[in-house]
C-alpha cells in the first residue's frame, strides 16, 4: 500500500508542473511578532528541494517559536536563512501540525543548530515516526530526485492535547484538535493567543489541492474549518498558499469542500453513481479550476466525498 502511495505521489508531481525555487520567498509580518513564509504552492521536486508549505515564526524577547520547519534540511536551512533576516534570536520551541513530511522533515536543520529544542505534535503523530519517519525521507528523496541527500527523520519529542495552554517566553500557544480525523488522524491547529492567530496548516489550502488518504476526513476537515472559523480569531494562515484576505483565510478552502459536499450529496441522493458525479458539476467549480493539481484531485475528492455520504447513510 505504501509503494502505490509514494508511485503516486511522484505521478502526481511530475504531473502538476514545476516552479522554479529561486529563492523569492520571504516571511512576510502577519501581526505584530508573527511572521509566514509563504512557500512555492507546488509539490515537493528537485526545483523546490521540498519547500512546498508556510513555515511560521512567533518572536518572543528570549527567541523564536518555529511552526512547520519545511519539507528537508535543505528547506529547513532556508527557513532558517530567512528568519535571520528578521532576528538573530535563536529557535527556542517548535511546532510540528501533522505527520506530512512536507511540514515536518526540516525538523534535521533546526536540530543541528538548536540541538535541545523542543518539537511539539500530535501523539499519534509521534507514534507513527517509526514507520512513517523512514517512508517520508524516502518520498521526498525520489521526489527532488535526490536533491535533498542526507535527510533524516528528526520527529517530534513532546506530545500536545486538545486546548493545552503552552507558555514559551511571553507567548501564549493553545492547541486545537476538536476533530478526529480532518486532513489527517495527527492534525493539530495552533492559536497563537496573543495575536489572535491560528496556524491552520493543512486543514486549509488556497490555490493548491492535496489528497485525502486513509487517515482523513473531508467531512472532518469541513468540521474542523467550522470550528476554527467560530473561534472568532484575527487571522488564519493555511498550510500552502497564501490567502486573499489572512483575516478570512479559511474562507476559500471551506466554500470548495462545502460546495463539493453539496454537490456530491445531491447526485448521491438521485442515486447517481460516484464515478458519473464529476461532468455534472464541473462547471459549479470553475473558480478553482486554476488551483494546482485540481485535474488530479477533484475527481478523488468526489470519490473520496461520495464513500463518506455513503458511510453516514448506511
Known sequence: MKKLV??????????????????????????????????????????????????????????????????????????LK?????????????????????HWLGNQAVIKHYPKVKIYAHPTMISRMPVDGPFWVEMMLKMTNGEVKGLKAVGPNNEVVNEQIIQ??????????PIIKSHTNTDIMIEHINSKTLIAADNLFVNRFGMFGEDASILGNIEAIKYAKNLNLENYIPGHGEPKNIHAGYQEYFTYLTLLYTKVKENYDEGVASYEIKNKILDSFTPYHKWIGFD????????????EIEENDI
Open 6 to 79: 509514494l508511485f503516486l505521489f511522484i505521478s502526481f508531481t511530475i504531473l502538476l508542473g514545476k516552479v522554479e525555487f529561486s529563492g523569492d520567498y520571504h516571511f512576510k509580518k502577519v501581526a505584530s511578532n508573527v511572521y509566514t513564509l509563504f512557500g512555492p504552492i507546488d509539490e515537493p521536486n528537485q526545483h523546490n528541494k521540498a519547500f512546498s508549505n508556510n513555515p511560521t515564526i512567533v518572536i518572543d524577547k528570549l527567541g523564536v517559536i518555529l511552526i512547520d520547519p519545511s519539507g528537508s534540511q535543505v528547506a529547513g536551512e532556508y527557513v
Open 82 to 102: 530567512e528568519m535571520k533576516k528578521i532576528t538573530k534570536l535563536p529557535v527556542i520551541a517548535v511546532f510540528n501540525t501533522h505527520i506530512h513530511g512536507d
Open 168 to 177: 514559551v517566553g511571553s507567548q501564549s500557544f493553545k492547541i486545537h484538535n
Open 296 to 307: 488530479i484531485y477533484f475527481g478523488k475528492h468526489i470519490d473520496k466525498m461520495y464513500r
